[in-house]
Structure formats: C-alpha cells, structure tokens
C-alpha cells in the first residue's frame, strides 16, 4: 500500500483534533482561526477550524462560555444553539437557544483573532429561534424570530455594517427554525439571496419557555423565499412545501442545501417524545419547483433514531446526507444518489453537532454532549474518534470556519 495516499487524512485528523483540544481550553464556543495579517487576508484562506458552542460542567457552577482562538474566554449570556459566519470569514454570530433574544457578534481584527464586537436582542416583541445565515454579499443577517403577540414566524434582517435591524419579513409559516441560503444567491442568475426556512409549526413564547402554545395543531413547512434588500426589504415567496397528513406530528427543524433549488431536512416527532413510539420517517429532500415528482420526499425510515433529528450536513463531493440523532445515540449517512436506499448508521453516544469540511471531500465531523469529535468517511466505513475533551459539553450545532 502506498502511504502517501493516506497523508493529506492524517493531515486533517491531526488538525481536527488539535481544534478540539483547543476547544477544551475554554468552555463554550471554539472559534479556531488561523492568524492572519489582516481581515482581508481571510478572503483566499481556507476553513481552519471549528465553532460549536458547548459547556463547561467542570466550572463551578457549571457554565455557558466563549472560547475564541483558543486565547480568549469570556461568558455566554446563557445557553448558545447555532452559529453563522460569512463568506469572508471575517465576523461570527452566535444564536441564543429559543426563546432567548440575545445575539453576540464577533469579527476578526489585524491579528487574525475574533473578538467580542457587540451584543444584539430581537425586539420586545419578538424572540431568538436560534439560527440565522449571512446574506450572499454578507451586507445582511438573516435570522429566525418568532412575533409573540401574533403567533407567526418572521425573518429579521441585520444591516452587518452596524448590524441594526432595518427590517423583517414573513418566514412563509409559524415557528421558523433553521434557515440556509442555497448556492445561486448572488450569482447573475439569482435577482436576490435565495433562502430556505424550516418552520417547525410550533408557537412558543418567552414568558413559557420551551413549552408547545398549539400542540396538536402544529403547521410544519418548508418555506422557498426570494429576499432582496436593497432600496427597500422585500420577498417573494417560490414555493411553501408541506409535509403528507400522515406526517401531522413532525415538526421540520433542520436544513442543509444541496443545490440551488433543493434541501435535505430533518424532523423531530412532537406527539411521541418520550414515549416508545416514534415516526420512523424523519429525513427527506425538498425542491422549490416540482416537476414531475413531489415537491417533498421522504427519504427511507429510521427507527433507530427515536423520532428526533438533531442536525443535518450535506457533503457535496459524495452527494452523502449525514443526519444525527442525540436521543438514539446515532448518526446516519444517505446517498442521495440513491436515497429509496436505507441509510448506513453509526452508534454514537448523544451525537448531535455535524459538518461537512470542505479541506477533506468525503468526510463529515460529528460532535458529542460527551465532548467527543468524531470522523466519519462519507462512504460509510467506520467511524474514528480523533478527540475527546471530558467535560466539555458539545451543543447541537458545529460549523466549520
């Protein structure tokens, strides 16, 4: 065997698991970015590593904090869910687990560190659902809301020079989650960012926190939008997708793009939380035009991950789906070249962080709430854990940055 074929994977898994131990330094958020001259500098770099917000069960009390370069460490108001960064990789945000309001913005200054640049709210009015996406140029802040007094999702929008809120528009259905831009926006083809929302159907209010305000009434949709924000902020909506009846109880979360007019995402069932008795379809892909086939298709059934999906990652190169489950303790991977087929799945404890680096074709990275980094080909062979950091405690989502 030639081993030189194996040196740019040996490369990766090194980096990846100094990453994480840089992570373990400080206790919330790893934001691992190689030095550079100046901001502009990053343009032309590749990803370097990762950011997940996390606990630290080892403080005394145990708490929500912000690791960035491996340098600095400062306190997460509270509990952090999702992270967005733009295309530059100058400036990061990181989302408040619904239904808190506060958002932290951090950008990169002259010697290639992210620091703590200001802290946002949503209005009175309004609340946090955890995610949000940079626009194309990265001029905006897309991000998920919820309008507590009418019950409807909403998609405030960020000025990223001051990162004021100069307006919002209507997320296309109740409770939006995720939201991702799909790869044309910004190309002449595309007239403005093209973006799709999960609405998970779900109504909540601060006041009653992660308590369901219209359970057994849940609206679950996929929402296609067109935003353009120049002169004046406007959509217009390219398809709303919903799920078969026979799907009432699940609420769409999770998204990844695949192409400029298709997602793959993921379900958590609310009628069955908790019990023994799970919807086993979970996982499928959305397109915004039709054509001959369903707008919405459920990829194959999934007992194994008790009715909850945590996060979803799309690698392109081997057009692989990977869909994690913390409460079934697993991952699984989808060919979407063949996705009638069932899924290769892996048993990983509390696996729920995923992404697919775009340095390594063929490989995802999946993250713990045991502090475990997991590499898994996309082409389904074993699993390898390059990391482990004790007691520091992954949360849901992890991006590459």
């Known amino acids: ?108 200054n ?18 946090g659902m955890g995610h949000g996406v940079f626009s194309a140029d990265g001029a905006r802040l897309y991000t998920t809301e919820n309008d507590v007094v009418r019950g409807r999702g ?18 296309g259905g109740v409770g939006p989650h995720e939201i991702v831009l799909l790869p044309s926006s910004g190309s002449a083809s595309a007239k403005g960012d093209l973006v799709c929302v999960a609405n998970g159907g779900l109504e909540t209010d601060p006041d009653y926190p992660r308590m369901v305000l219209n359970e057994g009434e849940i609206d679950s949709s996929l929402a296609f939008l ?43 069932d609310q009628d069955e939380l908790g019990s023994s008795e799970f919807s086993d379809l979970l996982v499928g892909l959305a397109t915004i035009r039709p054509g001959p086939d369903a707008a919405v298709r459920m990829l194959s059934a999934i007992p194994q991950a008790s009715g909850y999906i945590g996060s979803v990652a799309y690698e392109r190169a081997s057009n692989t789906l990977l869909t994690s489950a913390p409460r079934g303790n697993c991952v699984a991977l989808w060919s979407l070249d063949s996705p009638t087929s069932a899924p290769v799945v892996h048993a990983i404890k509390d696996a729920c962080g995923a992404c697919a680096p775009a340095s390594q074709p063929g490989q ?26 004790g007691s520091r405690h992954y949360d ?3 991006i590459m940055i």
């Open 154 to 171: 909403v998609i405030g929008i960020y000025d990223t020079a001051s990162f004021s809120r100069i307006g919002e528009l209507d997320s």
């Open 396 to 398: 849901n989502h992890m």
């Open 364 to 389: 995802f990275l999946v993250s713990t709430g045991f502090g475990e980094l997991w590499l898994l080909p996309a082409n389904g062979s074993a699993a390898e854990l390059v990391a482990s950091t």
């Open 226 to 268: 067109e935003i353009n924000a120049d002169a004046r902020i406007s959509s217009r909506v390219l398809g709303v997708h919903r799920l078969p009846s026979s799907a009432s109880s699940l609420s769409i979360r999770h998204l990844a793009a695949v192409d400029s007019a298709t997602v793959c995402f993921g379900c958590q």
């Open 1 to 108: 065997m030639n081993n030189s074929n194996n040196l740019p994977r040996r490369n990766f898994v090194r980096n990846m698991s100094a990453s994480a131990l840089t992570l373990a330094c400080a206790p919330s958020l790893l934001l691992h970015q190689k030095a550079s001259a100046s901001p502009a500098s990053a343009v032309a770099a590749q990803p370097t590593g990762l950011a997940s917000a996390f606990m630290d069960a080892g403080s005394n009390p145990p708490s929500y904090r912000l690791n960035v370069a491996g340098r600095q460490s400062a306190p997460l108001p509270g509990r952090g869910h999702g992270i967005a960064v733009n295309g530059d990789r100058s400036t990061i945000v990181s989302f408040a687990r619904r239904p808190e309001r506060w958002m932290q913005i951090y950008r990169m």
């Open 110 to 127: 002259g010697a290639g560190e992210y620091v703590l640049s200001q802290q946002l709210s949503t209005p009175d009015d309004r609340h």
